[in-house]
């Protein structure tokens, strides 16, 4: 044992050596012998806790029963991460719009993935001394433990649990009301709010500095009203990256949002519980069509010089580099430019990644796309739906990237791709979608957008009008390479198109 970490109630956890490296050992005592069935109950969720593979929760790594009678300790190792906990970050600063949306994206994804389980997995705890972050900006979800412990325990206030689940029982409300709070608190500017039980929605309004869907998201995960609150976390992921035109369907109902004390004391200061829950033929492809470049005047590069449209803080930085958004700022605003000339750095991730594609067409391969040279490209072997990408091989933390793409003109006056990216390869979300006219063909754009955390990236053709497709280059960026700032008179718009 190298030193206590926590102890709450029977529970104590240890920062201890393994002979795989440093782990965390949760250690339940009890004052009695406890019971066959008490101690068959925590076998159960460990295992089930043992049988969590996503990449932002810590694995499970053994389970120790030592002792008899009253003397039992039951053990649960689990791999350590190392990272700052959320709830020391927020105790000196406070975030942007950007940052808690994008810290409401990997929570979750996370959710979705334990909601997705059967028997569905319920954390019950979630608050910001349990979200770590490691250095590189990927988010952990840590400290499950087990359900059975609840029944028998005193309830503990918490104002991270919904205010009508006061008696111990979890549902999926119980962690997405915890995220909306914790959200809240990353938001604010007064430290004192924190302490503070939330009554009202116009509160909630007054306490944060964000713009109005993202308001309305908050009201929805936090609202005391169970029929108003989000069913799922992949509800709640869905409009979260909705378009902001469609966040707004619940607006008047949402009528009250308060917080009350209420959650039953879980074991190792979290709770877990789970519920029972219950080929086509190909066209020839045109030939030389992209070999190389079409040459272009710098005059037919450039749009003419307008006037940016206002933003909260007349910045042309970023989004991830800005002050707090004001009310009248776009949330989630991507900042494209046109860069005709622009060179690769050296440091940038994809270079170094591994590539796969749905396909290629000749001498077109994935990595072509990747290997910053824009005389070859990846070239798609079929129309919309086609798809490049890239695995990191770890998460990255992401805040831009260079696209130099083209599509067959003669099938269409415009084509759109769409870049996403997953933390596992499985799951996808959508980062930026881009349109290109004819004249937009082979000219690299830079794009700035809020910090992404990603392994994996992906390059997809959504409507190429039945056209093929080409990807010379996809470059990625982040703060351990920043993609450099863009100048005003090269600005493409404030927002995708």
Same mark, same amino acid.
């Given at each position: 044992?190298?030193?206590?970490?926590?102890?709450?109630?029977?529970?104590?956890?240890?920062?201890?050596?393994?002979?795989?490296?440093?782990?965390?050992?949760?250690?339940?005592?009890?004052?009695?012998?406890? #019971?066959?069935?008490?101690?068959?109950?925590?076998?159960?969720?460990?295992?089930?806790?043992?049988?969590?593979?996503?990449?932002?929760?810590?694995?499970?790594?053994?389970?120790?029963?030592?002792?008899?009678?009253?003397?039992?300790?039951?053990?649960?190792?689990?791999?350590?991460?190392?990272?700052?906990?959320?709830?020391?970050?927020?105790?000196?600063?406070?975030?942007?719009?950007?940052?808690?949306?994008?810290?409401?994206?990997?929570?979750?994804?996370?959710?979705?993935?334990?909601?997705?389980?059967?028997?569905?997995?319920?954390?019950?705890?979630?608050?910001?001394?349990?979200?770590?972050?490691?250095?590189?900006?990927?988010?952990?979800?840590?400290?499950?433990?087990?359900?059975?412990?609840?029944?028998?325990?005193?309830?503990?206030?918490?104002?991270?649990?919904?205010?009508?689940?006061?008696?111990?029982?979890?549902?999926?409300?119980?962690?997405?009301?915890?995220?909306?709070?914790?959200?809240?608190?990353?938001?604010?500017?007064?430290?004192?709010?924190?302490?503070?039980?939330?009554?009202?929605?116009?509160?909630?309004?007054?306490?944060?500095?964000?713009?109005?869907?993202?308001?309305?998201?908050?009201?929805?995960?936090?609202?005391?009203?169970?029929?108003?609150?989000?069913?799922?976390?992949?509800?709640?992921?869905?409009?979260?990256?909705?378009?902001?035109?469609?966040?707004?369907?619940?607006?008047?109902?949402?009528?009250?949002?308060?917080?009350?004390?209420?959650?039953?004391?879980?074991?190792?200061?979290?709770?877990?519980?789970?519920?029972?829950?219950?080929?086509?033929?190909?066209?020839?492809?045109?030939?030389?069509?992209?070999?190389?470049?079409?040459?272009?005047?710098?005059?037919?590069?450039?749009?003419?010089?307008?006037?940016?449209?206002?933003?909260?803080?007349?910045?042309?930085?970023?989004?991830?580099?800005?002050?707090?958004?004001?009310?009248?700022?776009?949330?989630?605003?991507?900042?494209?430019?046109?860069?005709?000339?622009?060179?690769?750095?050296?440091?940038?991730?994809?270079?170094?990644?591994?590539?796969?594609?749905?396909?290629?067409?000749?001498?077109?391969?994935?990595?072509?796309?990747?290997?910053?040279?824009?005389?070859?490209?990846?070239?798609?072997?079929?129309?919309?739906?086609?798809?490049?990408?890239?695995?990191?091989?770890?998460?990255?933390?992401?805040?831009?990237?260079?696209?130099?793409?083209?599509?067959?003109?003669?099938?269409?006056?415009?084509?759109?791709?769409?870049?996403?990216?997953?933390?596992?390869?499985?799951?996808?979300?959508?980062?930026?979608?881009?349109?290109?006219?004819?004249?937009?063909?082979?000219?690299?754009?830079?794009?700035?957008?809020?910090?992404?955390?990603?392994?994996?990236?992906?390059?997809?053709?959504?409507?190429?009008?039945?056209?093929?497709?080409?990807?010379?280059?996809?470059?990625?960026?982040?703060?351990?390479?920043?993609?450099?700032?863009?100048?005003?008179?090269?600005?493409?718009?404030? #927002?995708?198109?």
């Amino acid at each position: 044992m190298r030193q206590v970490l926590g102890q709450r109630g029977a529970a104590r956890t240890y920062l201890a050596d393994d002979a795989e490296g440093l782990v965390v050992l949760k250690e339940l005592s009890f004052s009695t012998e406890p #019971s066959a069935t008490t101690l068959q109950a925590f076998h159960q969720e460990a295992r089930q806790l043992q049988g969590l593979t996503h990449p932002r929760i810590p694995r499970y790594l053994d389970l120790l029963q030592l002792g008899l009678g009253s003397g039992t300790r039951l053990y649960l190792v689990q791999e350590f991460i190392e990272g700052t906990p959320l709830e020391t970050e927020l105790a000196g600063r406070h975030s942007t719009e950007l940052e808690a949306r994008e810290l409401a994206r990997q929570v979750l994804d996370i959710l979705r993935y334990l909601q997705s389980r059967s028997p569905r997995v319920f954390h019950g705890d979630l608050k910001p001394a349990n979200l770590i972050r490691r250095a590189d900006g990927a988010l952990f979800l840590v400290d499950f433990g087990a359900a059975w412990v609840r029944g028998g325990a005193s309830s503990e206030a918490s104002r991270y649990t919904p205010p009508d689940q006061t008696h111990g029982e979890l549902d999926a409300a119980t962690d997405l009301f915890g995220l909306g709070v914790t959200l809240v608190d990353a938001l604010s500017w007064d430290p004192a709010w924190k302490q503070q039980k939330l009554t009202s929605s116009e509160k909630l309004a007054a306490s944060v500095d964000v713009t109005p869907p993202f308001r309305e998201f908050l009201a929805r995960l936090t609202s005391v009203d169970p029929a108003l609150r989000f069913a799922s976390a992949p509800n709640a992921l869905r409009d979260l990256e909705a378009p902001e035109q469609t966040h707004r369907p619940h607006a008047r109902r949402l009528k009250r949002v308060a917080l009350a004390a209420g959650a039953a004391l879980l074991i190792f200061g979290a709770g877990f519980a789970t519920g029972r829950v219950t080929a086509h033929s190909t066209p020839e492809h045109p030939r030389s069509r992209w070999a190389t470049p079409p040459p272009r005047s710098p005059a037919t590069l450039l749009p003419p010089p307008q006037p940016l449209p206002a933003r909260g803080s007349g910045s042309l930085h970023p989004p991830d580099m800005m002050d707090t958004p004001s009310a009248e700022q776009p949330s989630l605003q991507v900042q494209e430019q046109w860069a005709p000339d622009h060179q690769p750095r050296d440091c940038e991730f994809a270079g170094y990644a591994s590539a796969s594609a749905s396909g290629f067409y000749e001498t077109g391969g994935a990595s072509a796309a990747f290997d910053r040279n824009r005389a070859t490209a990846w070239r798609s072997n079929q129309s919309t739906g086609a798809w490049v990408q890239v695995d990191l091989s770890r998460d990255y933390t992401l805040t831009g990237m260079v696209l130099d793409w083209a599509w067959e003109t003669r099938f269409g006056p415009s084509a759109k791709s769409t870049v996403t990216t997953s933390l596992d390869g499985v799951r996808w979300s959508a980062l930026h979608s881009v349109i290109n006219e004819p004249q937009d063909n082979n000219v690299p754009r830079r794009v700035w957008f809020p910090q992404r955390v990603a392994r994996y990236v992906r390059f997809m053709g959504t409507d190429w009008n039945g056209g093929w497709g080409l990807l010379r280059s996809l470059e990625l960026y982040g703060p351990e390479c920043p993609l450099p700032r863009p100048s005003m008179l090269q600005d493409i718009a404030d #927002s995708p198109r």
